[in-house]
């Protein structure tokens, strides 16, 4: 399975940006997949995750009420919608599948896409 992600940019506080990552070498159906991010001089952290079924959807509390994971398995493509970004949202976005029910564990994803970078001005 690769993954690649798109969709980040500049963006001012307050507005919206929708990543997308598409799989391929192999069929999203059985997979959780999640995004990550990871800011200037910390660690990667975990932002949404949707189990294969869409049965369970979990965030940070960090971006609960701002963000919407969602998926087309068929295209073999998750999305991360991002509403009312905050400057603290700035990060290199990255997408992974993992052959898992749930997980919000960074070690529990075996694929990764090469990310995708968000910036956010005040």
């Not at 969709?7 to 990552?21: D, E, I, R």
């Not at 919000?104 to 005040?122: H, I, P, R």
């Amino acid at each position: 399975v690769q993954l690649q992600a798109s969709g980040g940019g500049l963006v001012q506080a307050g507005n919206s940006l929708k990543l997308t990552c598409a799989g391929s070498g192999g069929l999203f159906s059985n997979y959780c997949l999640a995004w990550f991010r990871q800011a200037p001089g910390k660690e990667r952290e975990f932002v949404a995750a949707r189990t294969w079924s869409g049965g369970r959807t979990g965030y940070a509390d960090s971006v609960k009420g701002r963000f919407t994971i969602s998926r087309d398995n068929a295209l073999n493509t998750v999305y991360l919608q991002m509403n009312d970004l905050k400057p603290e949202d700035t990060a290199v976005y990255y997408c992974a599948a993992g052959l898992i029910s749930y997980s919000e564990t960074l070690t529990a994803y075996n694929y990764w896409g090469q990310g995708t970078l968000v910036t956010v001005s005040s």
